[in-house]
């Protein structure tokens, strides 16, 4: 008896292996569409503010630089 109850749980962990394998290879397979990214939270969300705030002032300081170098016309 004891060598069938052997036989039945190894044939269990290998239908069980198959079906993860399976499950991972369809996951690999369709489109990450259905898992939700997880919400930023409000550090992060503060973080990106700031960051965009700064790349805009960037920006605009290259510009009014580049705008200064080209009212001055080209070197003599």
Partial sequence: ???IRHE???TDKFLL???VWHQMRLL???PAEHIRPM???SRQQ???KELKA???KLKASCASSQAQHEDRGPAT
């Fill in 54 to 56: 700064a790349a805009c």
């Fill in 8 to 10: 039945n749980v190894h």
């Fill in 39 to 41: 919400p930023p939270d």
């Fill in 1 to 3: 008896m004891p060598l």
């Fill in 28 to 30: 690999k397979a369709s």
């Fill in 46 to 48: 503060q973080n990106m």
């Fill in 17 to 19: 292996t198959e079906l």
